[in-house]
């Protein structure tokens, strides 16, 4: 039975700041951002936004009333979550009017989240493969104004529709696992800014990168030379370059030539938007579909996804025949392009302005467009509005 991605939806802000103009006022290099990072804007989420928006506004790309009927389970991965007992999942499926008879919860491990959702997704798929699975990666970034992780920061979401015969891809049934527990990134209790130690992290990730894909080649008896693209976890673009360099040292130069071009094409999105945690694996794989000429049915593609803390997984997939039509339904590139660039200065308005923790707090929503926004709270519950 093959379980996999059916449909793919994502969302982010309609506002960005241009990464050189960051690096100028940051009396930086804007070589450090844009080579050196890999970044060339940024996502600057509104007030109006929260996780649970951004989600909404995700799944709405994609879910059919036909869809819906058979949902069974919702699993929303974030660490950006906005309760500390009622899950994502469930403000998401009151706002969605989604079905009740439903199954819905919120994965926490950093930006792995996602990555665990499609895993308990295809043990449900087993038990009840006529029933279908959202799975959500959505997460707003925050390091600080001006602190070393600032240039890291974005936010938005990705919503994976996970269902038997899917039309996008079909995982493969071998993957490989690892785990640290490692103080690389962490967000204190009642604090919205994460912590990082910047140089322990990457060099984890890219450790583990290396401890899965081996294992995986010993699971799965396949090589470098059976894949077309590999896709990473994108905290910041030039890691997952790191990344593949590290697979790809000493290998036949033609088939490197060929993995770095889709690497340039599974980058694309997350060089323009930044970090979404949870969602910056599938955001990246979203991009190589949109962005790669020489995608074909049939083809294999490795993931590598990462979450700080530490857990990291290496699978596989398989491209389906109609990956192509279902991919064209949506143009995310115009999310892309149809946004809005402000200044630094506004940036950091916007950014101070973020809704944590408050009792009572009516936010204005008539200048933010999307469908779904967040209205603030009331007697500490969060109230919504749809447009």
Known sequence: M????????????????????????????PAKYLIGIGQKKMAVIRPTQDVVTLAANAVDQILSEADRQKLG??????????????????????????PEKLQVVEVKQACYGATAGLDFAQGYLCLHPEK???VIGADIARYGLRTPGEPTQGGGAVAMLVTTNPRI?????????????????????????????????????????????????????????????????????????????????????????????QFEAARSYNSQVGNLYTGSLYLSFLSLLQNSPKLQAGQRIGFYSYGSGA????????????????????????????????????????????????????????????????????????TYEIH
């Open 2 to 29: 093959k379980i996999g991605i059916d449909k793919i939806g994502f969302f982010t802000s309609d506002l960005y700041v241009d990464m050189r103009e960051l690096a100028q006022q940051r009396q930086e290099d």
């Open 73 to 98: 389970l919702v699993i929303f991965g974030t660490e950006s979550g906005v309760d500390n007992s009622k899950s994502t999942a469930a403000y998401l499926a009151g706002l969605l009017k989604l």
């Open 132 to 134: 279908k699975v959202l």
């Open 169 to 261: 891809i079909a995982f493969e049934p071998n993957s490989a696992v690892a785990m640290r527990d490692a103080n690389d990134f962490w967000r204190p209790l009642g604090e919205s800014e994460a912590r990082v130690a910047g140089k322990f992290s990457n060099n984890l990730y890219l450790d583990l990168l290396q401890e899965v894909w081996q294992e995986y080649q010993k699971t799965a008896g396949l090589q470098l030379i059976d894949f077309t693209a590999f896709i990473f976890h994108l905290p910041y673009t030039k890691l997952g370059l790191k990344g593949l360099r590290s697979l790809t040292s000493g290998n036949d130069l033609a088939i490197n030539s060929q993995l770095f071009k």
């Open 311 to 382: 857990q990291a997984e290496f699978f596989s997939g398989l491209l389906q025949p109609k990956f192509k039509e279902q991919i064209a339904q949506n143009d995310f590139k115009q999310i892309l392009t149809g946004r809005r660039k402000i200044s630094v200065a506004d940036y950091e308005s916007l950014y101070q302005q973020q809704v944590i923790q408050t009792t009572e707090h009516k936010l204005r929503t008539t200048e933010d467009l999307a469908k779904y926004v967040f209205a603030g709270t009331h007697e500490s519950q969060r």
